[in-house]
Structures are given as C-alpha cells and as structure tokens.
C-alpha cells in the first residue's frame, strides 16, 4: 500500500503565500515522481506541477512563475511554494505519486485565498 498525506492548506489573503508540503510512504521501491493537482468547486480536477525522481519540475502555464514545486533528496516527499496567491486558487490541493503506470491520491488539503 501507498499512503500519500498533504498538509499546509489554509485561509490567507490575495497577494499572500503558502506552502504545502506532500509524504509519500509505503511499498513504493525507491524515488518516484510526484506532483500536484487541484479541485474548485464544480470544476474538474486541474493539474498544477510534477517534479521528477531527479527533480527536475514542470508546470501548468496557469501558475508558472508564481507556484514553485521542490522535493527532499531521496525522499518521497515534495513541497508546492505558492507565491501572490489570487482568489481563484482557491481550492483542494491534492498530491500523488505515480508508480508503475499509476496515481497514488492523498485526501487534498483546502486553500482558501481572500479577496
């Protein structure tokens, strides 16, 4: 089993920053990619950024430069810097590892962003 478990959401104001930080833990047999995706509601589930095992990260153009993701060398543990944060990015965060061809889904952490 794989056991992924965000933390870090909280209600802060337009302009404002957060972080929220993704542990990866189980039967996983090394470094995995990892990322990050979003749910408002009524909207589908929007990917934000994935980091490789190596580290290297890419990113939806809707929060390049402004969102930054990062990960613990040799660890399944990865972190999203949040930066001028904007009311419309308020929603659940949820994290994932993927493995073998699959995602593994933590319980999403909720972002509030206050105009």
């Known amino acids: 089993q794989v056991h992924v478990v965000e933390s870090g959401g909280d209600l802060v104001q337009a302009g404002g920053s957060l972080k929220l930080s993704c542990i990866a833990s189980g039967t996983i047999f090394g470094i995995r990619p990892m990322g990050w995706y979003r749910q408002a509601p009524g909207s589908e589930r929007e990917f934000l950024a994935q980091?490789?095992?190596?580290?290297?990260?890419n990113y939806a153009d809707s929060v390049k430069g402004r969102f930054t993701i990062s990960r613990e060398f040799g660890e399944n543990t990865v972190y999203l810097q949040m930066n001028n944060l904007k009311p419309e990015d308020t929603a659940v965060y949820y994290c994932y590892l993927e493995r073998r061809g699959r995602n593994y889904w933590g319980q999403g952490t909720q972002v509030t962003v206050s105009s």
């Open positions: 980091i490789t095992a190596g580290g290297a990260g």
